[in-house]
Each structure stands twice: as structure tokens, then as C-alpha cells.
């Protein structure tokens, strides 16, 4: 009955590497968010889409890309992993943009080593 | 700008005593959502309310409360007769309806209750 779920929960991989976190929301909203939490626990987001399109890109490097196949699923590639990638990634949802609750994934805590 | 400040960093108490952690908002948006979520150790991050702007009323939920002075761009909240399972990372966020669409989020306090 998980409303946001995102796998993996746990990521340890060498720096270089390639990796993807899925998401997918059951909650039948159109808006999904990546968020990332640093080492201090704080929250920022990465970005946003709405029914597919990319609405938010906060100033990520390249090496981060999202996909959305359908408003239902948010997917996050990191491609040539760093040591400063380590962090929580959190998926989330939302229905539309006006000012209704955000709901979070359980989090997926990719270490890079 | 936009922005939230949680002054408190940790906060320690002993069971049963009330706590409060503070949350300060700075948005030039008259129309604006407020939330507060809370992380337990095991890492998830949960909602617990949405106020929006134009609500000023207190809230309560069981032992939970939430004080919104927007003479003061406050959002305090408050856990009567603390509870150990309470120990949480908890974090202030606004979302302003205009401009951005986005959770900002404070830096979060942590609620240390000790038996």
C-alpha cells in the first residue's frame, strides 16, 4: 500500500559508476519531485515534472537525469558518480502545483565510495 | 526571498515534559502554504500539517499543536507530555502558490525525548 516507493533503499557504489533510483507514486498525481538530503539533513529540490514535462531543474550538473515514462514514475540517472553524490535522494508527488501536500518516499541513501 | 529558519538545532527532554520548536518564514507571497513533516531515525520523511496563508487558526491533533502568527511569520509547534517516540528530525517547509513550486525547507530540528 506504499503511496511513493522508491528502489533502492540502500546504494553503495564506486565513484565512476553509473546508477538509477526508481520511483513510482500510486496516489494518482500528476506532479513528482526529486529531492536531495545532504550529510547536515538538509532538504533541496532537484527537480520537478508535471504530467511528464521537466518544470523545475534546480541548478543540477548534467551528470543528473531524470525520466519520467508516465506521471506515475520519476526515475533518477547519475552518471559518473563522485564522493560529494553521496546523500538521501527522496522521490515525492503531489496532485498539481497549488499549494497541496508534497508526500515523500521512504528515501534512498546512496553511498559513493 | 524565500526562506525558513529554525533557529533550534537539538532540543533534549525528558518524557512528558512540553516542547515547542520554533519556525520562522520570509516570503513577499500573500498567498503561501505552510507544513511541517517529521523523520524518525529510520530515515522516512512524514507530513504532519498543511495551513494554509489565510488560516490563522491553531491547530490540534492529540498531542500535537500548531501555532501560526503571520504578524510574526511564525509556524511554532508543540508536543504535549513528550512521548520517547517523538525523538524525530523535525523540519519547517513553505511552499509559496506563486512564483516557485517547490518546498523550501528549514534546516530541521532534532527532538531528543529521554525516558
Known amino acids: 500500500d506504499t503511496a511513493v516507493s522508491q528502489t533502492p533503499k540502500y546504494l553503495v557504489t564506486q565513484m565512476g559508476n553509473d546508477k538509477s533510483i526508481k520511483c513510482e507514486q500510486n496516489?494518482?498525481?500528476?506532479?513528482m519531485y526529486w529531492y536531495k538530503q545532504d550529510s547536515k539533513k538538509f532538504l533541496k529540490i532537484m527537480f520537478s515534472?508535471?504530467?511528464?514535462?521537466?518544470?523545475i531543474n534546480e541548478t543540477v550538473p548534467n551528470r543528473f537525469s531524470p525520466k519520467s515514462p508516465d506521471k506515475a514514475h520519476l526515475n533518477l540517472h547519475i552518471n559518473s558518480l563522485e564522493l560529494g553524490d553521496s546523500a538521501v535522494y527522496f522521490c515525492a508527488s503531489c496532485l498539481g502545483s497549488s499549494g497541496n501536500t508534497i508526500y515523500f518516499g521512504e528515501g534512498s541513501w546512496l553511498t559513493v565510495v | 526571498a524565500q526562506k525558513v529558519t529554525q533557529a533550534q538545532t537539538e532540543i533534549s527532554v525528558v518524557e512528558k515534559e512540553d516542547v515547542t520548536l520554533d519556525c520562522v518564514y520570509e516570503?513577499?507571497?500573500?498567498?503561501?502554504?505552510l507544513f511541517w513533516y517529521k523523520q524518525p531515525p529510520s530515515g522516512e520523511l512524514v507530513f504532519l500539517i498543511r495551513?494554509?496563508?489565510?488560516?490563522?487558526q491553531n491547530e490540534i491533533s492529540g498531542r500535537y499543536s500548531w501555532n501560526f502568527q503571520k504578524s510574526t511569520s511564525s509556524f511554532n509547534f508543540t508536543i504535549t507530555a513528550s512521548q520517547v517516540v517523538d525523538s524525530a528530525v523535525y523540519f519547517c517547509?513553505?511552499?509559496?502558490?506563486?512564483?516557485?513550486?517547490?518546498?523550501?525547507f528549514g534546516t530541521g530540528t532534532r527532538l531528543q525525548v529521554f525516558p
Open positions: 517547509a513553505l511552499r509559496p502558490l506563486y512564483n516557485t513550486d517547490k518546498l523550501i
Open positions: 495551513r494554509n496563508s489565510f488560516d490563522e
Open positions: 516570503t513577499r507571497d500573500t498567498t503561501y502554504y
Open positions: 496516489l494518482g498525481h500528476d506532479t
Open positions: 515534472y508535471n504530467n511528464k514535462e521537466l518544470i
